[in-house]
């Protein structure tokens, strides 16, 4: 089975940062990973799909990228709203798996 | 507006079966494959199981093979997750979710299994 590692497993950050998290994949996934932004009480949202491609309706503050087995969301100018956990999900082969989540918290 | 709202969960005993619904609306539901992913109480999400458009292809994930079956009836627009042999560690909030090409996630609906 594919093991996604994120890191870091928690930040704290300020408004205007720029937020850097990774996603390191244990075997070549390819292109095949989306990013997701999940906040208190909610169903998780995809931001990035394919490592790099961002949603529809989502801000232009949210960058994905990498292949194979690294990939990284970066997040140019932090906002308020922003405060969530990140997970990313390879979907190039089954079983599907999750990483553990990066939870982005405001100082 | 694409809708997917599950239902059927609960509170159940260990060892006992529950079936969840997953009822679909505002796409073609028989176009897509779908997904059950569910998150524990404070915990991370875990990707349960996949069905293909047509049924035909159909994987799980180790954690519930041989006890949980997905399906689904492309005339009902209803994607299922028959849970049976439940475990307190099947203890979540599930979601049925389309993850490839435009995503959309449900609500979740939420299955305790406690005595």
């Known amino acids: 089975n594919t093991v996604m590692t994120q890191s870091p497993t928690s930040m704290f950050t300020s408004v205007g940062d720029r937020v850097t998290m990774s996603c390191k994949a244990s075997q070549n996934v390819d292109i095949n990973v989306g990013w997701y932004q999940q906040k208190t009480g909610q169903s998780p949202k995809r931001l990035i799909y394919w490592a790099s491609n961002r949603d529809t309706g989502v801000p232009d503050r949210f960058t994905g990228s990498g292949s194979g087995t690294d990939f990284t969301l970066t997040i140019s100018n932090m906002q308020a709203e922003d405060p969530a956990i990140y997970y990313c999900l390879q979907h190039n082969s089954y079983p599907y798996t999750f990483g553990a989540g990066t939870k982005l918290e405001l100082k | 507006e694409v809708q997917l709202v599950e239902s059927g969960g609960g509170l159940v005993q260990p060892g006992r079966s529950l079936k969840l619904s997953c009822l679909a609306s505002?796409?073609?539901?028989?176009?897509?494959?779908m997904n059950w992913i569910r998150q524990a109480p404070g915990k991370g999400l875990e990707w349960v199981a996949s069905?293909?458009?047509?049924?035909?292809?159909?994987y799980y994930a180790d954690t519930v093979k041989g006890r949980f079956t997905i399906s689904r009836d492309n005339a009902k627009n209803t994607l299922y997750l028959q849970m049976t042999s439940l475990r307190s560690e099947d203890t979540a909030l599930y979601y049925c979710?389309?993850?490839?090409?435009?995503?959309?996630w449900g609500q979740g609906v939420m299955v305790t299994v406690s005595s």
């Open positions: 069905i293909s458009s047509s049924s035909s292809y159909i």
């Open positions: 979710a389309r993850i490839t090409t435009v995503a959309y």
């Open positions: 505002g796409f073609t539901f028989s176009n897509y494959g």
